[in-house]
C-alpha cells in the first residue's frame, strides 16, 4: 500500500533529492532550499512504499497580482510507480495540505503536448489554463525535454472552488476544430496548419488537436515536433487572449491525436 504524508526534515529532504536526481537525470534542488521553502509557507508531500519514498510533490509560496497562491514546481515518481495514479494523490495531499494553511489557490506549469500531464491537470484534477508561457525555461537537455522549445501551460487550481469541488461536467455539443491534422506517408500526424491567428473566436467551445505521444513523435521526426510545438503555440495564444480556457484533455482510441477543449473562461465557476 502506498501511504502519504507531508515532509518536514532534513533527512527527508535528502530522499526527496535522491528521488528528484534519479527522475530527471540532473542535479536536484538544494535541501537547504527546499526546507526554508517549508517553513514558509511551501509543502512537501511524500509518497511512501513501506519505508521507501517513491514519489513526491514540491511547492513553494507564490505571489502575483497581489494574489498569494501555493506554486506547485515539482511533481516525481519513479519510474516502476508510474501510472498507478500516484500522481494524482499526491496533488490532492497537497491539496488538503494547501487548504489547512489557508490557500485557495495552487498554480504549476506542464509542456502542453505531454499529454499524460494533460489529463491529469485538466481532465482529473479539474485545473484550468488560459496562460501560455514561451520557452519558459529556455533550452532544457533531459531526455523529457531535449530538442523542443521549453513552452508551458500555467495550470490555475482553484481548490476552494465549486468548479474543482463540486465539478460537473457541462457536455458542448460539437465543438469546432481550431486546426485539421492528417496522417503522413511515415504514418505520423501533421497538423495541417489552417488556423488563422486573425480569426474572431465566439463558438462556445474548440477542439485543439494534439499528438497523444509526443516522445514517441519526436523519436520518429524532430522537426515534425517542432512543427507541433511552433503551430499549437499560436492556436493556444490567440484563444486564450480572446478569452478561452483549456479545461479538458479527451483521449481517443482509434487516433494518433487527442483534444484539448477550449471553452470562453468567464463561463466557468472561478475566480475571474
Given at each position: 500500500?502506498?501511504?502519504?504524508?507531508?515532509?518536514?526534515?532534513?533527512?527527508?529532504?535528502?530522499?526527496?533529492?535522491?528521488?528528484?536526481?534519479?527522475?530527471?537525470?540532473?542535479?536536484?534542488?538544494?535541501?537547504?532550499?527546499?526546507?526554508?521553502?517549508?517553513?514558509?509557507?511551501?509543502?512537501?508531500?511524500?509518497?511512501?512504499?513501506?519505508?521507501?519514498?517513491?514519489?513526491?510533490?514540491?511547492?513553494?509560496?507564490?505571489?502575483?497580482?497581489?494574489?498569494?497562491?501555493?506554486?506547485?514546481?515539482?511533481?516525481?515518481?519513479?519510474?516502476?510507480?508510474?501510472?498507478?495514479?500516484i500522481g494524482e494523490k499526491?496533488?490532492?495531499?497537497?491539496?488538503?495540505?494547501?487548504?489547512?494553511?489557508?490557500?485557495?489557490?495552487?498554480?504549476?506549469?506542464?509542456?502542453?503536448?505531454?499529454?499524460?500531464?494533460?489529463?491529469?491537470?485538466?481532465?482529473?484534477?479539474?485545473?484550468?489554463?488560459?496562460?501560455?508561457?514561451r520557452d519558459c525555461y529556455?533550452?532544457?537537455?533531459?531526455?523529457?525535454?531535449?530538442?523542443?522549445?521549453?513552452?508551458?501551460?500555467?495550470?490555475?487550481?482553484?481548490?476552494?472552488?465549486?468548479?474543482?469541488?463540486?465539478?460537473?461536467?457541462?457536455?458542448?455539443?460539437?465543438?469546432?476544430?481550431?486546426?485539421?491534422?492528417?496522417?503522413?506517408?511515415?504514418?505520423?500526424?501533421?497538423?495541417?496548419?489552417?488556423?488563422?491567428?486573425?480569426?474572431?473566436?465566439?463558438?462556445?467551445?474548440?477542439?485543439?488537436?494534439?499528438?497523444?505521444?509526443?516522445?514517441?513523435?519526436?523519436?520518429?521526426?524532430?522537426?515534425?515536433?517542432?512543427?507541433?510545438?511552433?503551430?499549437?503555440?499560436?492556436?493556444?495564444?490567440?484563444?486564450?487572449?480572446q478569452g478561452y480556457a483549456?479545461?479538458?484533455?479527451?483521449?481517443?482510441?482509434?487516433?494518433?491525436?487527442?483534444?484539448?477543449?477550449?471553452?470562453?473562461?468567464?463561463?466557468?465557476?472561478?475566480?475571474?
Amino acid at each position: 500500500m502506498i501511504t502519504y504524508k507531508p515532509l518536514k526534515t532534513m533527512e527527508e529532504m535528502e530522499c526527496v533529492s535522491e528521488v528528484e536526481s534519479k527522475v530527471w537525470g540532473m542535479s536536484p534542488i538544494p535541501t537547504h532550499q527546499t526546507a526554508t521553502a517549508i517553513k514558509n509557507g511551501g509543502i512537501v508531500i511524500g509518497a511512501y512504499d513501506e519505508q521507501n519514498l517513491i514519489g513526491f510533490s514540491y511547492g513553494f509560496a507564490g505571489f502575483n497580482n497581489q494574489k498569494a497562491s501555493l506554486c506547485s514546481h515539482m511533481l516525481g515518481i519513479l519510474p516502476d510507480y508510474r501510472s498507478g495514479g500516484i500522481g494524482e494523490k499526491l496533488k490532492l495531499k497537497q491539496k488538503e495540505e494547501a487548504l489547512k494553511i489557508g490557500y485557495d489557490l495552487m498554480t504549476w506549469t506542464y509542456d502542453p503536448l505531454q499529454t499524460r500531464n494533460a489529463y491529469l491537470n485538466l481532465s482529473k484534477l479539474h485545473g484550468v489554463c488560459n496562460t501560455y508561457i514561451r520557452d519558459c525555461y529556455g533550452k532544457m537537455s533531459d531526455e523529457l525535454n531535449d530538442g523542443l522549445p521549453s513552452d508551458r501551460f500555467q495550470i490555475d487550481w482553484w481548490i476552494a472552488s465549486d468548479y474543482v469541488n463540486n465539478f460537473s461536467r457541462i457536455f458542448y455539443k460539437n465543438p469546432q476544430l481550431l486546426d485539421t491534422w492528417h496522417i503522413n506517408n511515415e504514418g505520423l500526424p501533421v497538423l495541417d496548419g489552417h488556423f488563422n491567428t486573425a480569426q474572431i473566436l465566439s463558438e462556445p467551445a474548440y477542439y485543439v488537436p494534439v499528438p497523444n505521444n509526443i516522445g514517441e513523435l519526436k523519436a520518429e521526426n524532430l522537426d515534425l515536433a517542432l512543427d507541433w510545438r511552433y503551430k499549437t503555440r499560436a492556436i493556444f495564444e490567440e484563444a486564450f487572449a480572446q478569452g478561452y480556457a483549456a479545461i479538458e484533455l479527451h483521449k481517443t482510441s482509434d487516433a494518433a491525436v487527442y483534444y484539448y477543449l477550449l471553452v470562453q473562461k468567464n463561463t466557468l465557476k472561478i475566480p475571474q
